[in-house]
């Protein structure tokens, strides 16, 4: 008898734990059957971004000189002007094919960072289909007026204003970029947010010497950026029972592995995808059904949160005193 690889995400019931991120591949009925052919747990389908949303109202030129800025995902998604046609229409057609397609979950997101048309297009990913909503809040604070105070509001009220308006869960995805992390994850699940996923990677600006421009660079992830995710999820899974996805970095079987141990309900995968293809999603799951069974693991539910800061004797290993024997460590291994 094997491992049991179910888990339970926005109270959705998944096969396993492995979830596809927003990326490319989810904006496209035939990589989203290949995926799921491969055994992955959900999707979450591309984002219908904020100024999609707003298509109607500002010039189409705009749109595309703003879109590439605003996220990773978006970068390649604009073609030329004339051959714009991924609107708020075509997404929800999108929604619809995949429920048609697919028998995993199927998560809808949206990514922007102000209220706008999101309640009604939240509303009509429900009528369209979508089992939950994946809210990718992207919002940088430049104006020295603003105080975080202003910045985190602005992210409860708009995760308040999606989930009163819809019943399937609503979860919100963020950056790192908070003073008070814990105190402001528990405020937007108390707002109504049903999980959290962590984290955001947001594109940095690049100036480009040849030309004397700024514009996007988009990397794809590495295994190192799990480490901030899972400290967090880690630390978050000792106050909340709420859904906790880990985005970015995970790369390998053992990359899950680590962020399901910190206290992670699933993993959301995406650069090694396109990396490696849809199909390596097989590798993965036989990497932790592997593992598990080495480590006399009998289910993904069993072992979750195993060794979040709750559980392990040392909890200030998550801390301050992680950052001490770091630098002792790597002192000693130069020496």
């Known amino acids: 008898m094997g491992v049991d690889l179910r888990t339970r995400y926005l109270g959705l019931e998944l096969a396993n734990p492995l979830v ?38 500002i010039a189409a030129h705009d749109l595309f000189l703003h879109g590439a800025e605003i996220s990773p995902e978006v970068t390649g998604y604009f073609p030329e002007l004339e051959d714009y046609n991924t609107g708020p229409d075509a997404y929800l057609g999108l929604i619809q094919q995949a429920k048609k397609a697919l028998s995993v979950p199927v998560i809808a997101s949206l990514n922007g960072h102000t209220s706008g048309g999101w309640t009604r297009y939240a509303n009509l990913f429900e009528e369209a289909g979508a089992d939950a909503i994946e809210l990718n809040v992207y919002f940088l604070a430049t104006d020295p007026r603003m105080s975080a105070a202003d910045v985190e509001q602005r992210y409860i009220d708009l995760a308040a204003a999606v ?25 937007v699940l108390d707002a109504g947010a049903k999980g959290m996923v962590l984290f955001n990677r947001f594109v940095q600006p690049d100036i480009h010497l ?58 959301q995968v995406a650069s090694a995808f396109i990396q490696r293809g849809p199909y390596f999603a097989e590798t993965l799951l036989r990497g932790i059904e592997a593992w598990m069974e080495q480590g006399e693991y009998e289910s993904v539910e069993q072992l979750r949160g195993s060794l979040s800061q709750r559980n392990v004797p040392d909890p200030e290993a998550f801390e301050r005193a992680n950052y001490m024997k770091a630098l002792v460590t790597y002192t000693n291994e130069r020496a």
């Open 210 to 267: 040849d030309e004397l421009t700024i514009g996007p660079r988009l990397v794809l992830s590495t295994p190192e950026e799990t480490r901030l995710a899972l400290r967090w999820i880690a630390i978050l899974r000792a106050h909340t029972d709420a859904s906790l996805a880990a985005n970015s970095g995970v790369h390998s079987a053992d990359d899950a592995m680590k962020l399901l141990l910190a206290g992670a309900d699933v993993v």
């Open 20 to 57: 596809v991120a927003a990326c490319p591949l989810t904006g496209e009925v035939d990589s989203l059957k290949a995926l799921e052919s491969a055994g992955v747990g959900a999707v979450v389908l591309r984002s219908l971004f904020e100024e999609q949303i707003e298509h109607e109202e």
């Open 163 to 187: 989930a009163q308006q819809v019943s399937i869960p609503v979860s919100v995805k963020i950056g790192p970029f908070f003073s008070s992390l814990p105190n402001f994850v528990l405020r």
